[in-house]
């Protein structure tokens, strides 16, 4: 294969982000779903769920490589090549999320059809919250945003919210009753899964920045937190 | 100055990981200490390197590209080692940002009144420490058969995964008054378990390297 035009070129690299917004789309309804079988306890669809995953590590894998080759034959120079680093990038940030997700179909799996110990209402929330930041994360990356990604950041305090109210509620079931233990246990996981999902967006977030301007930043706040302490 | 060829270039790409790695390991070790010792003035030592790790994380990103760019592979296994090489990056900096998860729980629990007697975190942080060790060696070494023994013994750590969790959930209910602070050491063991499955991602992509075959065999956090 040889070099191609620079319109040909710039052809490939749309087509390579257009391949993550699809991985994205993918990884965004498996966060839903999987969250919608937790709740409703719908084992069969959280066994499609965690099937799922095999296809996004196959599509991980095919963009990467598609992209590696692109790499190896057009020999792009700084920018372009940094485009095409973050396709690669993203490309692993989204698969990994969808292991949160093939995590919490586990979970609804291990459940089973056990009375659920309470109300769940903030687990579909952060799992809301969570699909929107990424859908978000990923436009900032096709269109190149660097202020919208920055916002989208301030968004993972909804998250933490959430997350840090639902870990006390699970510890007071688990100290009130031992029977509550280890669904309780469970629960937590899927409340750090998601935590830990948002948390992989804001790492996009962080891409989006390094791809308009090729600076390395930090969004992750706990260093404001370490300079307070 | 004698030229680079393009062996030596992949070689020091290898070297560089190592080096990563090393990097990364300390992080890991000092913010294992920090908890131990309760000593959260030693998490400080943990955002040090985690700066460093960022920059030497993009640097190897950056000269691994280049290499493909400038002097691009003939054969599939060549660009399969070098997209081995960004993944294993990647997956060795997100170790990195866990233990980095781990030092700010630190600086909560130390926050807080201290409990009674030791959380047995070393046998488990140790273990991970090892076979860390053995995933990156085996990664550099290309050696398929460590990297499958890895994955393939979960046991053991699943069983002291489930013995500490067993001896923080007991101390929760034996000391209501200070459960919350134990609590935090159920996030610490998230943290761990993450770690561990990104050694055992490392592990999955020097099957792939070896290979040409996707990985199957996924560590799930939930699986203990």
Known sequence: MTREPREAFEKMITSHMEEIQALSAMVEESIIKSVKTLVDQDL???KTVYDLDQVINEKRYEIEQNTLVTVATQQPMASDLRKLSS???????????GDYAKGIARITMRIGKQPLLKNLDKIPEMAEITAVMLKRAVQAFIDL???AAMEIVDQDDQIDDRYNALYQELLDLMIADRKNIDQATFLLWVAHNLERAADRVTNICERVVFTTSGKLVEFDRSDDELEAF | MAIETRDQKVQ???DEILVLASMVEQMVRYSIDALINRRPEDSEKVYTYDQEINQKHAQIEGQCLSLIATEPPILAADLRLLASI????TEIERIGDAAKKIAKLNITICNQPPIDG??????ISDQILENYFQAIG?????DIETAKKITSENNEIEEKFELYKGDIIERMKDQTPTANNIAEYLRITHYLIEIYSHIINI?????YLTTGKLPINKYLLQQI
Do not use: M, W
């Open chain 2, 118 to 123: 030791q959380i047995r975190i070393s046998s």
């Open chain 2, 138 to 142: 085996a990664f550099i070494a290309e």
């Open chain 1, 44 to 46: 069969e669809t959280a």
């Open chain 1, 87 to 97: 396709v690669i990038d993203l490309a692993g940030e989204l698969e990994r999320i």
């Open chain 2, 12 to 14: 020091n790409l290898k």
């Open chain 1, 145 to 147: 945003d660097e202020p």
């Open chain 2, 86 to 89: 960004l993944e294993v990056n």
């Open chain 2, 203 to 207: 592990c999955n992509r020097t099957f």
